[in-house]
């Protein structure tokens, strides 16, 4: 909001119908856990929401913008179709300034549709036959291991612009200082562009739609984590008479670069500490909460961590623009998880790009965002999936030449064919758990060899990102037994422990920070147990050994 744009959030109560039953639902949060009758609901569920727009925005541009909808949304403004979305986890907006009434209550619709979609991405509902050993019998049968939670997970905003306006805004920086924005507006205008950084400013003539400038700032303030300094970049776009837009964005002064085996931020050698995390919390289910978020950043401090990823699709916004004030590192994934050889087609590829470059374009100018993973736990086995692979790689780096780009493997590397075209391979084992249940000791020389020979196979730096082990809280046994709090501690050390000493690891993320909600299945007691917080929060001994560990290094 600012002296350009105006800004009104319908967050709130929503009136829905289901069935012909009304209920009342919170927005943002997922329906599930709001309403026992809604709980495994698979299908359409209509939101309405009355909003007074005010006579001030006449001769102005007036949009909707939903952060994620689980997972197809149509959009009505005063009964007319305005816009239909498909895909979670990220943001969509329509132009409704045709469809509204100035000065008055208007009335917004949206039919969120959570069916799940064999061929949707990430592909819910399996095949016969298909899915990982232990989860095909599961209910809801999905090809992912969270709960496929459905309704209007992240804030809804209507705001007004002027017709003509900044619409992207890139920023790339140099630790010399140099600061170079891209501008793009909504089309090409003759005017003015001033931007500033505090006391400093340029100012641009063009005629055009991308405008390109830069700052020097002298003696820069780099963005590290125990420093995580930003700077604030205002564009002011004129025309030969008027200010028509204003847009401010923050930033940081800080450099990625993968050298070797080493990950550099601004020159000095960082060991990525932390976990593989989820959306998820009781009752508002996917929802984001402000509380759930500052909460979950206090704990990573507490417990000495330095990072996360956003397994396994985007977060919102709003946890990016935290990391960047608290100083802690993100692997951003997109919200391809379980892709698998069935998937590997042309229309699918169009979606997967598009849905890259839709993240890249959210996230890039977030200092705290240092890598982009585009996929979970594919199975690239054909020479389809190779070209898939190779292909979403070059998208991406196409957008992004300032970041490492990865993807998370599973199976050994002759199931992984794509990963010789990425920077580095993000690789998770359960060995001890789904790998020789119940054997740490025994295991570990088999880890070993097993990450030695990712890296060998794809001659990249090799971050580990999922190990763990499922413990209820509470349950204890001597000598440690699967699912006690001693086993997934003890296990957690050992393979930590191992991992520290190959030279080619660049960072170990736990799985998981916190138990989340699954489908139902017999390899799961209600959540994956495998936090070392439970799902409201709270420390378990794996949680207390690693803080030992972590704040000891
Ligand atoms: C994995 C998946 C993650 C699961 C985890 C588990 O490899 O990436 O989504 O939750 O294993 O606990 O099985």
Redesign the pocket.
């Known amino acids: 909001m600012n002296e350009k744009r105006d800004l009104i959030c319908l967050d709130g109560i929503w009136q829905t119908t289901v069935h012909n039953q009304a209920i009342d639902l919170a927005v943002p949060a997922s329906w599930n856990e709001q309403c026992s009758e809604l709980f495994d609901y698979f299908g359409i569920v209509r939101y309405k929401k009355e909003v007074f727009i005010p006579g001030t925005y006449v001769d102005k541009l007036i949009w909707l913008r939903f952060g994620s909808v689980a997972t197809k949304a149509t959009v009505y403004v005063n009964g007319t179709k305005v816009r239909y979305h498909e895909g979670a986890h990220l943001p969509f907006e329509c132009e409704i300034s045709n469809y509204v009434r100035l000065g008055e209550k208007n009335i917004i619709e949206v039919d969120v549709d959570n069916t799940l979609n064999t061929w949707g991405l990430p592909p819910a509902k399996l095949l016969e036959n298909e899915g990982r050993a232990g989860f095909q019998t599961s209910y809801p049968s999905v090809t992912?291991?969270?709960y496929p939670y459905g309704g209007i997970h992240r804030s809804v905003y209507l705001y007004s612009t002027e017709k003509n306006r900044i619409e992207g805004v890139k920023i790339d920086t140099q630790l010399d200082g140099t600061v170079r924005f891209r501008i793009s507006l909504n089309e090409k205008i003759q005017g003015t562009l001033k931007a500033t950084i505090g006391d400093l400013e340029c100012r641009i003539v063009f005629d055009g739609r991308e405008v390109e400038g830069s700052i020097k700032i002298e003696n820069p303030i780099w963005w590290e984590c125990d420093n995580p300094h930003l700077y604030l970049l205002k564009i002011s776009l004129y025309d030969a008479k008027e200010l028509l837009d204003v847009y401010e964005q923050s930033f940081g002064v800080r450099e990625v670069v993968l050298s070797g085996n080493q990950l550099l931020l601004n020159h000095k050698p960082v060991f990525l500490k932390g976990f593989g995390k989820h959306e998820d919390f009781h009752i508002i289910g996917k929802g984001f909460n402000h509380s759930v978020m500052v909460k979950d950043f206090g704990l990573m401090k507490w417990i000495g961590a330095n990072s996360f990823r956003t397994?396994?699709y985007p977060y919102d916004e709003e946890m990016l623009s935290y990391a960047d004030r608290q100083g802690i590192l993100v692997i951003g994934e997109t919200p391809f998880?379980g892709l698998n050889d069935r998937m590997y087609k042309e229309d699918i590829l169009v979606k997967v790009k598009a849905g890259i470059e839709k993240m890249m374009d959210r996230d890039y100018n977030h200092p705290s965002v240092i890598m982009w993973s585009l996929a979970?736990?594919p199975n690239v086995t054909t020479k389809e999936g190779e070209e898939f692979f190779k292909t979403m790689y070059e998208t991406a780096k196409a957008k992004d030449i300032s970041r490492p780009i990865t993807y998370v493997a599973?199976q050994e590397p002759e199931y992984n064919l794509g990963m010789k075209y990425f920077d580095l391979i993000c690789v998770?084992k359960?060995y001890g758990w789904y790998l020789g249940p119940g054997q740490i000791d025994e295991t570990l020389e088999e880890l070993s060899e097993c990450l030695d020979r990712f890296h060998n196979e794809a001659n990249q730096p090799v971050l580990v990102a999922?190990f763990g082990a499922d413990a209820i809280a509470g349950m204890h046994y001597d000598p440690p037994q699967m699912f006690t709090e001693e086993f997934q501690a003890e296990i957690i050390k050992k393979q930590y422990e191992l991992m520290r000493t190959k030279d080619y690891i660049i960072g170990t993320h736990v799985?998981?920070f916190a138990d989340f909600k699954t489908n139902q299945t017999v390899s799961r007691v209600f959540f994956?147990r495998?936090g070392v917080f439970t799902r409201d929060r709270h420390p378990k001994m794996a949680a207390h050994m690693l803080r030992e560990l972590w704040r000891h290094e």
Do not use: L, Q
């Open positions: 992912y291991d969270f397994s396994h998880v979970n736990e599973y998770n359960y999922e799985w998981a994956n495998k």
